[in-house]
């Protein structure tokens, strides 16, 4: 069954913990993508990657980190310096075959407490 | 530089009539354009996109928009509203021609149908 798949859907954090939200895709998709979703607000691109090993910022980079080292795989860590991160988190992935359209994961939402 | 306007915010209509949600956009080159629904703590999914040929686009759930350079417009529509119509509605942009370039959302539509 080909998707996205994002974990956990729901996450709860105290303040200054780091936390490490999953977005794994079996599209075969290059490119991968997070956003974040604040009501009223659209989405916020965080981070961005079109290829393993190589990573750019976004509009709202800091306060988060991300990693790939697995075409398959791209976390993102919501680290302690991000001052406000209570948000809905979508991962999203696009092929070079396709014209230009992302396909997103089911969302992780986010809540410190 | 691109941009989207999504022109309200919250949009109510009643079952059975027509929904039309406004998006306009700002590229300094020839656009690629995509509508997306999202329901309830759930992703995104593609209604429908323009990226070349025909100006009107058909979609899934019976939605279509049309694509009108001169107004930088991309309006979507429905005839008929159904009740599981209702959910929140994001237009999107990107350049043509680059098709792994990001997308720039519009802040959203949350739709409402009235029974």
């Known amino acids: 069954d080909g998707g996205i798949t994002q974990s956990p859907k729901y996450l709860f954090r105290k303040e200054g913990q780091n936390v490490t939200l999953s977005c794994e895709q079996n599209l075969n998709h290059d490119a991968m993508y997070w956003y974040r979703q604040d009501p009223g607000q659209g989405l916020r691109l965080i981070y961005y990657?079109?290829?393993?090993?190589?990573?750019q910022k976004g509009d709202i980079a800091e306060g988060y980190s991300v990693s790939r080292e697995k075409k398959e795989s791209f976390p993102l860590t919501v680290t302690s310096a991000q001052k406000n991160p209570t948000a809905f988190y979508l991962c999203?992935?696009?092929?070079?075959?396709?014209?230009?359209?992302?396909?997103f994961g089911p969302g992780t939402r986010l809540t410190v407490l | 530089a691109q941009s989207v306007t999504q022109l309200g915010s919250h949009v109510s209509v009643s079952e059975g009539a027509l929904v039309l949600l406004r998006c306009n956009y700002s590229s300094s080159v020839p656009p690629y354009l995509f509508w997306y629904v999202q329901y309830p703590n759930q992703g995104l999914q593609l209604l429908l996109k323009y990226t070349t040929g025909a100006t009107l686009v058909k979609g899934i759930n019976g939605f279509e928009a049309e694509f009108k350079k001169s107004e930088t417009s991309f309006h979507l529509t429905k005839p008929s509203a159904h009740m599981s119509d209702a959910a929140e509605y994001f237009c999107?942009?990107?350049?043509?021609?680059?098709?792994?370039?990001?997308?720039?959302f519009g802040e959203g539509t949350q739709l409402t149908v009235n029974p």
């Open positions: 999203a992935t696009h092929g070079w075959q396709g014209e230009g359209e992302q396909f």
């Open positions: 999107a942009v990107s350049p043509s021609g680059t098709s792994g370039s990001r997308l720039t």
């Open positions: 990657s079109q290829i393993v090993n190589d990573f």
